[in-house]
């Protein structure tokens, strides 16, 4: 039985021309993920920074007086009930109905509401609210935007503090 050994051909000694790119694919491989990195990073830092207020400490170290402050809000048994209405190029009246326990109104407040857009941090305002029935107060506000909003009564009547939070959608 004979055996033949065959010699590769000339043509087959050393690397394929195919070869030489494969250390090109590790560095392009790693361009790629370089730049998606830097990319993120850079959406990252230019993006909302995540901060829900700007003095976090101090509230943190006034969470007790909070805590008796909602609890005394609840004791009062205030509500409020707050629309948006008449909403025309971006404008609109914002009313707020302020009752006591009894359900009677409640007069002479000094009421102002925080309209707040949890995307853009940057359309936050204050609209004072002025009295113009007993315990009815509106303001004229503009929404930069549509959508969801999140509006914030704040009122000091009586000698006592009162807020609470409601969601409205403002559509055109």
Known sequence: MATHMTSPSSDQNGPRKSDR????YFVGGF??????NISLI?????????LVTKHAFEEGNNYNAAISG???Q???GWRSKISVSGVINQNGTITVLFRDKDSQPITGAKMS????RSDRDDLDMTVPMAEIAPGEYRASASFPVYGRWQLRTIAHAMGDDYQTVENVVVDP
Not at 42 to 50: E, H, I, L, R, V
């Open 21 to 24: 790119w494969i250390p090109w």
């Open 31 to 36: 361009a790629i993920m370089l730049i998606a």
């Open 42 to 50: 850079t959406f990252s830092m230019t993006s909302w920074n995540g």
């Open 70 to 72: 909602a609890a005394r």
């Open 74 to 76: 609840a004791e009062l």
């Open 113 to 116: 509401v925080v309209m707040i």
